[in-house]
C-alpha cells in the first residue's frame, strides 16, 4: 500500500530508538534515517509520568517507522540530538484515512 501522505515527509530525521538500562548505562537502537515533517514550534507537553515540559519540536512520519519512536529515544533535527517525550501512533480505522505517527522532542 502507498503512502498517500508522502509528498508531505519533506524532511529527514535519524533516530536511535531506546531499549532500555544495562550494565553500562542507556542503550539504544542502532541509528535509522526516517522520512518526516517536523515543526519547530515550541509548546507545552505533559511527559509520561504527567509532568508538564516544553517541547521544542513535533515530529510526525509514515506509520511504518512509529514503532522506533519511544519515549526516551534519541532524534536528530539540523544536527541537534534531542530526547522523545511523547509517541503516537494515529490509525483512522474504518474512516480509511492515511495513517501516522507524532512524536513531540526536547
Not at 19 to 43: H, L, M, N, Q, W
Not at 59 to 65: E, L, Y
Amino acid at each position: 500500500m502507498a503512502d498517500e501522505l508522502a509528498e508531505f515527509w519533506m524532511h529527514t530525521t535519524t533516530v536511535k530508538t531506546y531499549e532500555g538500562t544495562g550494565p553500562f548505562g542507556e542503550t539504544y537502537a542502532d541509528p535509522a534515517d526516517v522520512p518526516c515533517f517536523i515543526d519547530s514550534t515550541r509548546k507545552l507537553v505533559r511527559d509520561p509520568t504527567g509532568r508538564e515540559v516544553v517541547s521544542e519540536a513535533t515530529i510526525q512520519g509514515p506509520i511504518t517507522h512509529g514503532a522506533k519512536f519511544t519515549p526516551e529515544s534519541l532524534t536528530t533535527i539540523d544536527g541537534r540530538e534531542r530526547t522523545v517525550i511523547t509517541a503516537a501512533n494515529h490509525y483512522s480505522g474504518a474512516l480509511d484515512l492515511p495513517d501516522h505517527f507524532e512524536v513531540t522532542t526536547t
